[in-house]
């Protein structure tokens, strides 16, 4: 029994090595910079290195989400992109504020700010405008909101502690809603673009 629920605790850790890929706002550099701050995090609050990864994960996913809203309601002129925009600034900031205080619970400070590398992404967003925004900004709405919903059920299933287990089970549908509406926005743009 006591070996089971040592591998069952273990199988996020793996879970979340897996997924963090080719996303924009979830990094193979961001899982790095997150398991190397985890050690004192356990000793302190006695979590697993999976659930301190995913405070830290989420926090700068949520800050990295809010800062390409923003970019976006500056840098598209499309009313649909804005509405999304909006929507995610409202969705991100209520998540963020949630996991904020889970996190000190948890004595795990979750992460304000996006990382480095999601730094990165949104300089090269800034930079643009117009409909090479737009279909930027949504390309990376799509990836990133892929790899957020794979994340969040993951954890809601496979996380040893509860109370974040219930903190991404309860955000995984306002996730799975971006992840719809972006998919719908990635197939228009898809259309218009097609001289076919």
Do not use: C, W
């Not at 999304?84 to 969705?91: E, G």
């Not at 299933?157 to 971006?178: E, K, N, R, V, Y």
Request: aromatic share 4%.
């Amino acid at each position: 029994m006591h070996i089971a629920r040592h591998h069952h605790h273990q199988r996020p850790h793996r879970v979340l090595a897996a997924l963090l890929g080719a996303a924009i706002f979830i990094t193979p550099a961001l899982l790095n910079q997150a398991v190397a701050a985890t050690p004192i995090a356990q000793a302190q609050a006695g979590l697993l290195q999976a659930d301190s990864d995913f405070i830290i994960i989420a926090g700068h996913a949520n800050a990295a989400e809010m800062a390409a809203a923003k970019l976006a309601l500056h840098n598209s002129s499309n009313p649909a992109i804005k509405a999304f925009a909006t929507q995610m600034l409202k969705d991100h900031a209520t998540a963020q504020q949630k996991l904020a205080a889970l996190a000190t619970r948890k004595n795990q400070p979750a992460p304000a700010t996006p990382s480095n590398e999601q730094n990165l992404a949104l300089q090269r967003l800034q930079k643009l405008s117009g409909k090479a925004f737009d279909h930027a900004y949504v390309a990376d709405q799509l990836s990133a909101h892929q790899e957020a919903v794979t994340l969040f059920s993951q954890q809601a299933t496979l996380g040893a502690d509860t109370d974040i287990m219930a903190f991404a089970s309860d955000t995984l549908p306002t996730l799975l809603q971006h992840k719809a509406h972006i998919e719908k926005r990635s197939v228009s743009q898809q259309m218009a673009s097609d001289p076919h």
